[in-house]
């Protein structure tokens, strides 16, 4: 039963730069949802996708958009990078129903330079 | 806007003793509350609690929920080594979907 596997695993981006990162959700889980890490904070969340919608969004700039395919894989992009856009970008998956449970990849590590 | 605090932010311990962690949060429209322990990438899930006064257990970890006071803690006992990470506390709410809001995580070393 393959979890949630997020790609790339590291990333180097210039100032100014756009980058697209990648999350495929665990078999039978149907919502995604986006985090941003900073070294030595809790995860903060930057929105959800379900059914191919934004559902929900966290307190981000219009920079960060998303997007979530047929398949229930989804895409987080970020255009016009910032040095404080380094962190550890998580992708959880779950399923929409009255018994949720939350599955964590092991996360994108952006740096932007 | 919702808030989770975590205390104490880092933890020093010795192979055998047993912490508390703690949790406290103010929230709008409270679900459920969970447990993750982070050690380096990815957070892995170890107890989701709904009800005030019920003890979950798993091994040597527990936790209880308050909702009247509006907080948890986290008890380890006879601490190992592998037991160093950061542990998470979140809050799950309702805002036409589910959302999960993170305090900034209590760091525990385990020195032997």
């Known amino acids: 039963d393959a979890g949630v596997t997020q790609s790339p695993t590291h990333l180097i981006k210039t100032r100014g730069q756009q980058v697209t990162l990648r999350c495929s959700p665990k078999s039978g889980h149907d919502t995604v949802s986006w985090y941003q890490q900073a070294l030595g904070q809790g995860p903060q969340f930057i929105f959800q996708?379900?059914?191919?919608?934004?559902?929900q969004r966290g307190n981000f700039p219009d920079r960060f958009s998303g997007h979530q395919f047929p398949n229930y894989s989804s895409e987080l992009n970020v255009n016009a990078l910032l040095l404080g856009d380094s962190a550890l970008y998580l992708c959880?998956?779950?399923?929409?129903?009255?018994?949720?449970?939350?599955?964590f990849g092991s996360g994108t590590r952006l740096t932007v330079v | 806007e919702d808030k989770v605090v975590q205390s104490p932010l880092s933890l020093v311990v010795h192979e055998g003793d047993t912490v508390t962690l703690n949790c406290s949060y103010e929230?709008?429209?409270?679900?459920?509350l969970l447990w993750y322990k982070q050690e380096k990438k990815a957070p892995t899930f170890l107890f989701m609690l709904t009800s005030s006064g019920i003890e979950k257990k798993s091994g040597r970890l527990s936790s209880i929920l308050d909702k009247k006071e509006l907080f948890s803690i986290l008890n380890i006992t006879a601490t190992q080594t592998g037991d160093s990470a950061v542990y998470l506390c979140a809050v799950e709410t309702w805002a036409g979907s589910y959302q999960l809001t993170f305090g900034k995580g209590t760091k525990l070393s385990v020195i032997p």
């Open positions: 929230v709008t429209n409270f679900r459920s």
């Open positions: 959880a998956s779950s399923y929409d129903s009255a018994f949720r449970s939350y599955t």
């Open positions: 996708y379900y059914e191919e919608e934004e559902r």
